[in-house]
Nanobody, 122 residues
Framework: QVQVVESGGGLVRPGDSLRLSCAVS????????MAWFRQAPGKEREFVAT??????RYGPSVKGRFTISRGDAINTVHLQMNSLRPEDTAVYYC?????????????????WGQGTQVTVSS
């Protein structure tokens, strides 16, 4: 019954920007904590960004370049990605859970979107 949908990926050049969006629909009245993860070919899934205790948190490889923000509607978030690098190439996933135990761990989230491909190449 919980659906997670990401959008906004695409092919860009190094230094360009992209804005990803995610929306979660589920049980009426439910609030979901949401996070962004990414996974490159041959790599483990990596934490990208979330809110924890009202503070935006980032993985070390994206800090200073990416910004997470809340959408106008509840259970929506965006990820502004600036100064993109080839190493940012990955499938970006939106994750959601009613109460994740560890905000940075993919194992803490029960609900996942299908992912949106981000490719940074010259």
């Amino acid at each position: 019954q919980v659906q997670v949908v990401e959008s906004g990926g695409g092919l860009v050049r190094p230094g360009d920007s992209l804005r990803l969006s995610c929306a979660v629909s589920g049980r009426a009245g439910s609030r979901y904590f949401m996070a962004w993860f990414r996974q490159a070919p041959g790599k483990e899934r990596e934490f990208v960004a979330t809110f924890n205790w009202g503070v935006d948190r980032y993985g070390p490889s994206v800090k200073g370049r990416f910004t997470i923000s809340r959408g106008d509607a509840i259970n929506t978030v965006h990820l502004q990605m600036n100064s993109l690098r080839p190493e940012d190439t990955a499938v970006y996933y939106c994750a959601a859970d009613e109460k994740p135990y560890e905000y940075y761990s993919s194992n803490s989230y029960d609900y996942w979107g299908q992912g949106t491909q981000v490719t940074v190449s010259s």
